[in-house]
């Protein structure tokens, strides 16, 4: 779709309400396009205006939206927020009235829209006034509010219970059996670079080592560890007690309440990894069927089958986990409405404390993305993620925290859900970046959280684990950076205080 602004330069805006609103359409800023957008903004001296005109599939919608001129105090007249969001709003009443549809999300365009009530909650709102938000500023579908303000109370109540001094740490294993169909992850299968997988643990050990230095001269304390990648059980039971161990020696851990790790593939637990990381203090396991349909599983490339997840959820539960999490997606090639039911319904019928429900993302790099591969209709994924809901809520679970995706089947969301009491605190952290969280190894991503602010600072590991087997300056580098970033926000802090 061609993009037209006069009056502005917000581009970021309309691209991000282009792709909430017309997935498959890509912005065309020069020469011709059958669809087009324009986008102006004028300003009065009561008024900031924007308008949207679009030209369809040979027919013209239009919208608008404005703001008080006098509510731009301080901001740019050209991308300020308050601009953008007008520019969003016209665009979206256009968009919607060609559509024919509002999306589950409104007018959001963010991934993380349990953050709006979130602050609104934070500021002292009441729930009606930050559902209000959802409602009257994005107009947010009435079940997508629910979702977002059960999110927000449990984000509010995970960030009551942190302490100032700590913060968590990923721990990221880019090494999987086979690659997945929908996977973007840079992730080397081990058939590939076994060769690799010796010299990554001894870089990664050193790493630990030297940020675990870092952490100590900061006085930060870890209180989640969530062990990622990639799929970390694809490495032996001795690679993991001797990566566990130095975790453990290095880092101290006394303070942390939380351990996760994911064995998503069945093909790669055993019960002699499993005893390992219980013996090292691992409290929580991610067993991911993503299907239990054994050709859909075949169609993603996994290795296993349905069978195989019974039988890795039975070691899982015999080795004495307390918390296990199981992921499904709705939404993949191949799956029904009524596949992804039968799933979930065996999903919730082994009773894990945890159960993610993703929807599908088309990601740059996967193989999905290449082949173009043909996807369930929105309205299919729409019912698998109704189904979910209810079947949950039935079985006594409740969403705690969520995020959205580029590229999403029908724009919808990723929601974690738990039994009452097994809220995993790592993820909301991560997701609603309630505090630090700390990446080492290949491919994570260091996001640090200024106390005050809420400016985020991100610091990216390597992703290849051929890069991360040379990257020690580079490694060294972040956590000089990180260092100063805790320097700096502790200096903030005094200065505050003594004023
Ligand atoms: S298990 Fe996860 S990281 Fe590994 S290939 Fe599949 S989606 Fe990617």
Same mark, same amino acid.
């Given at each position: ?52 005109? @679009? ?8 919208? !608008? ?20 969001? *007008? ?101 080397? !299968? ?115 089958? !349905? ?21 499904? *997606? ?24 945890? *159960? ?5 993302? @088309?990601?740059? !790099? ?134």
């Amino acid at each position: 779709m061609k993009l037209i602004f006069k009056g502005h330069a917000c581009k970021y805006a309309a691209e991000q309400m282009l792709l909430t609103l017309f997935p498959g359409e890509r912005p065309v800023y020069a020469g011709e396009d059958p669809n087009v957008v324009t986008l102006t903004l004028s300003r009065a001296d009561t008024w900031l205006t924007a308008r949207a005109v @679009l030209d369809w599939q040979e027919r013209r919608y239009c919208g !608008g939206a404005r703001a008080p001129s006098a509510s731009l105090t301080g901001e740019p007249l050209n991308d300020g927020r308050i601009v953008q969001k *007008i520019l969003k709003l016209a665009f979206y009443r256009a968009g919607t009235a060609a559509l024919g549809y509002e999306p589950p999300w409104g007018a959001m365009t963010g991934v993380r829209p349990v953050k709006i009530p979130t602050k609104a909650l934070a500021r002292g709102a009441s729930e009606a006034e930050a559902e209000a938000l959802l409602r009257d500023e994005y107009r947010v579908s009435p079940l997508r509010r629910r979702l977002a303000m059960d999110c927000a109370r449990a984000s509010l109540r995970a960030k009551a219970s942190l302490r100032p001094d700590e913060v968590s740490l990923y721990v990221g294993i880019p090494f999987c059996p086979t690659r997945c169909a929908y996977c973007s992850f840079v992730s080397a !299968g081990v058939g590939r670079s076994l060769s690799l997988v010796a010299s990554f643990l001894e870089q990664l050990q050193a790493e630990i080592a030297g940020m675990s230095g870092t952490l100590r001269d900061l006085g930060l304390r870890v209180r989640t560890v969530y062990l990622g990648g990639g799929t970390p059980t694809t490495l032996t039971a001795p690679q993991l007690d001797v990566l566990l161990g130095a975790l453990r020696r290095e880092t101290g851990l006394d303070r942390c309440t939380e351990f996760t790790v994911e064995a998503g593939r069945p093909d790669t637990i055993t019960a002699e990894k499993l005893a390992v990381l219980r013996a090292h203090g691992v409290d929580r396991v991610s067993v991911n069927p993503q299907s239990m349909d054994d050709r859909v599983l075949r169609a993603m490339g996994r290795a296993h089958q !349905g069978a195989d997840i019974l039988r890795a959820f039975e070691l899982v539960r015999g080795a004495g986990f307390p918390c296990v999490n199981m992921d499904l *997606i709705a939404g993949l090639p191949a799956d029904s409405a009524a596949g992804f039911r039968s799933s979930l319904d065996q999903v919730i019928a082994l009773g894990p404390e945890n *159960i993610t429900v993703h929807t599908l993302a @088309l990601k740059k !790099g996967s193989r999905l993305m290449e082949e173009g591969a043909p996807l369930p209709l929105d309205s299919a994924v729409a019912e698998m993620l109704a189904y979910a809901w209810s079947a949950l809520t039935a079985a006594g679970y409740a969403p705690y925290y969520l995020y959205r995706q580029k590229y999403m089947s029908g724009s919808f969301e990723n929601v974690g859900w738990t039994r009452p009491g097994f809220e995993n605190l790592y993820n909301l952290c991560m997701m609603e970046e309630l505090h630090p969280v700390i990446a080492l190894g290949g491919g994570g991503v260091t996001k640090l959280v200024d106390p005050v602010g809420g400016r985020i600072v991100r610091l990216s590991n390597p992703k290849y684990p051929q890069e991360y087997l040379t990257a020690g300056e580079k490694l060294a580098a972040k956590r000089e950076k990180l260092a100063a970033f805790f320097r700096a926000a502790a200096a903030d802090a005094e200065g505050r205080e003594e004023g």
